[in-house]
């Protein structure tokens, strides 16, 4: 039987006078993509933050695998990862150097058979040794999906991992999610603006707006209950409404 991997209790962050997460409640069981969707500002960011536990909450209730992020941060780190499209890293060491780096931080062992293997799998042996600062905006994507691979995470926060890539390689990349959760069981919890992307990679999605969940659950019966012909038309009946 699977655990809850995520459970979220009437959850709340304001920052000054904006309400930012407005009393949101949910669960994620172990193994499960979920993909939080909204338009700007809905508060995606701040509650991958809070789940991270880099935010502290005003008030509510976060546990991870049981853990409460901001008393149990080093355990909750020491199994799940992060990557975002919009990750800077030290821009003056070379791909690899960068990789080394957080594989020390993460305690990695063998970590040059790890880099040369998430390397490959991820087709960017050819830039190991190019300096990070200059490599282009997908590129970067996936050397940062690379360090987010290192620490074998049961636990995956991926804050819009496909923004910059082209749709070949994204394409790739949703592959990739897909057949590590088969191989490993990660959870995943997953931003995007992408429909096509999220479509393919969610089991689930979970629909926010100015900091509320006002809709969740299996992509294609959420189409369906809204009478809209795909998750994108869904996005823009939501996102306006
Ligand atoms: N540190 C902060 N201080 C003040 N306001 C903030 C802070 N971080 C986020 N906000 C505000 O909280 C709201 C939610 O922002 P958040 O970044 O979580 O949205 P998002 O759904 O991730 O948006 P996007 O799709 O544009 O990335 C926005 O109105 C934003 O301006």
Redesign the pocket.
Known sequence: MSKIAIEVKNLRKD??K?V?IDQISFSIMESEIVGFL??????????I?LLLGL?TPTSGTIRIFGFCPLSARNEILSFSNFASGYISLPSNLTVRENLLVFARLYRVKQPELKIDFLLDLLEITHLQHKVTGFLSAGELTRVCLCKALLNDPKLLFL??PTAGLDPSIADKVCELLLELRKKSGVTIIY?S?NMRDVERLCDRIIF?KS?KIVTQGIPLEIVQEFKQRNLEELFIELARK
């Open positions: 920052f000054g904006l930012a909204g338009a700007n500002g809905a508060g995606k960011t701040t509650l933050y935010l804050d819009e931003t603006h926010m900091g």
